[in-house]
Structure formats: structure tokens, C-alpha cells
């Protein structure tokens, strides 16, 4: 059974950080190019960033570049988001999602597999 499972989400102040994982199984990860996804409250799929399969390439998204950190460690079959410096608009359901392709995704489209999501909410 194939399976993507974020965690690290939470409740953080504006310009605090935060650490998600996603443990994947069932799938051969270092097969796959990773992204993170988000959605926030009543809006649609926001692309994050995208890493590919080595780690040796990492796409962001423009509001994300300088802040985020896409990461990956193919021994753990686990995918990394290092967020810093949040912002109250960074406030979303964030989703790894695992594409079965040469070419990395930086779309919310054409991924092979999706988490359940893990929340995260900046707030003072």
C-alpha cells in the first residue's frame, strides 16, 4: 500500500519556523521527483516547491524562494520542508506529492500519489 504521511505542522508566530516531514512507503522513493503542495483557507492548490529525484534540483515557487528549504533523504524514504521567516499567508494544509517522472513537476498537477495533508497556521 502506497503511503505519504506529512507531519511537523502546527501553530507558529509570524516569523517563527517549522519542519515538515513526509515519510513515504509502498513505492520505490528515490524513483519519484517530490513536491509540497498547499491550500489555503478557501483557496485552491498552491504549488510549493519540487525536488528531484537525487536531490541534486529544487524548484520554489517565487513567494517561497529564500525562505523555504526543500530537502530529501532517499536511505529514510523521507521528504523535507524547512519554512522560516512565516508569514500569516503561509497559513495552510501543506501535501507532499510524489510524481513518476523524468520531468519535476511545479504544478498542482500530474503527481502519482498524494499525502493527507498536515496543518500549518501562523498566527500570533
Known amino acids: ?11 507558529v508566530q ?16 528515490s524513483d519519484y521527483a517530490m ?3 498547499r491550500q489555503a483557507p478557501g483557496k485552491g492548490l498552491e504549488w510549493v516547491s519540487s525536488i528531484n529525484w537525487n536531490g541534486g534540483h529544487t524548484y520554489y515557487a517565487e513567494s517561497m524562494k529564500g525562505r523555504f528549504t526543500i530537502s530529501r533523504d532517499n536511505t529514510k524514504n523521507t521528504l523535507y520542508l524547512q519554512m522560516n521567516s512565516l508569514k500569516s499567508e503561509d497559513t495552510a494544509v501543506y501535501y507532499c506529492a510524489a510524481a513518476y517522472t ?4 511545479t504544478t498542482t498537477r500530474n ?14
Open 35 to 37: 513536491s509540497w503542495v
Open 14 to 29: 509570524p516569523g517563527g519556523s517549522l519542519r515538515l516531514s513526509c515519510a513515504a512507503s509502498g513505492f520505490t522513493f
Open 111 to 124: 503527481y502519482n500519489y498524494w499525502g493527507q495533508g498536515t496543518q500549518v497556521t501562523v498566527s500570533s
Open 102 to 105: 523524468v520531468f519535476v513537476p
Open 1 to 11: 500500500e502506497v503511503q505519504l504521511v506529512e507531519s511537523g505542522g502546527g501553530l
